[in-house]
């Protein structure tokens, strides 16, 4: 091994990238193989050793630019997650690729039900992502980006009670501006569809909306 290890140096310093790949790869080096890979410009070749060896610090600094660079090596840096079972970077590259019926999956398979359930709203599958939602609120149940998710699914079905109730927590914790807006008009618009239109107004009010304005 010593004397691989020593071919190995020699052959990389005369630039002599993939023999030097081949020994680091004899010598589970796959950390120095990687490296090679990069140097010949394998990008994919430096993912994959980096991901066997487990450095994945290396393997994600590669994905980050393959994802700025809008690779066309994104497909197969995806199989290749995939095929590992990074679900959450796999969900990622599917994501800039326009996959979302494929982002959703892997987004569930990490766990990471808001990011699911988001995805799942814009592909129109609302009864998936209401359950995705609730799934994060199992997870976290004072989540207000879940509580206005799942509000704002049951308020397309027509439970304008439930989702005033979420809405109204939602309210209560820490939302970026356009969320609470968002969360503050649907809580009108839920009264005003319950019938209740002066408590619709109020409400409009609190989030300072003027009488008389489109609640939506």
């Not at 994104?74 to 990622?92: G, I, K």
Request: net charge negative; glycine share 10%.
């Amino acid at each position: 091994a010593g004397d691989w290890r020593a071919a190995a140096i020699g052959l990389e310093e005369l630039g002599e990238f993939g023999a030097a790949r081949d020994l680091y790869e004899k010598l589970f080096d796959y950390e120095a193989a990687g490296r090679m890979a990069e140097e010949q410009s394998d990008v994919l070749g430096a993912l994959d050793l980096f991901l066997q060896g487990g450095f994945y610090a290396q393997a994600e600094r590669l994905r980050q630019a393959l994802m700025a660079d809008l690779s066309d090596d994104l497909p197969a840096a995806l199989d290749l997650f995939a095929s590992r079972s990074f679900h959450l970077q796999a969900a990622e590259l599917a994501e800039s690729l326009g996959q979302l019926e494929r982002a959703a999956g892997h987004y569930a398979s990490a766990s990471s039900h808001a990011r699911c359930a988001a995805l799942l709203e814009r592909l129109g599958r609302l009864r998936d992502a209401g359950a995705a939602w609730e799934k994060q609120l199992q997870a976290d149940p004072d989540d207000p980006v879940a509580q206005l998710g799942l509000g704002r699914v049951l308020q397309r079905f027509g439970r304008h009670l439930e989702a005033i109730g979420l809405f109204t927590r939602a309210l209560s914790g820490t939302l970026p501006a356009a969320a609470r807006d968002e969360a503050a008009r649907r809580v009108a618009l839920g009264f005003f569809k319950l019938g209740l239109t002066e408590a619709g107004w109020t409400a409009l009010g609190r989030a300072g909306v003027p009488r008389g304005s489109d609640p939506t």
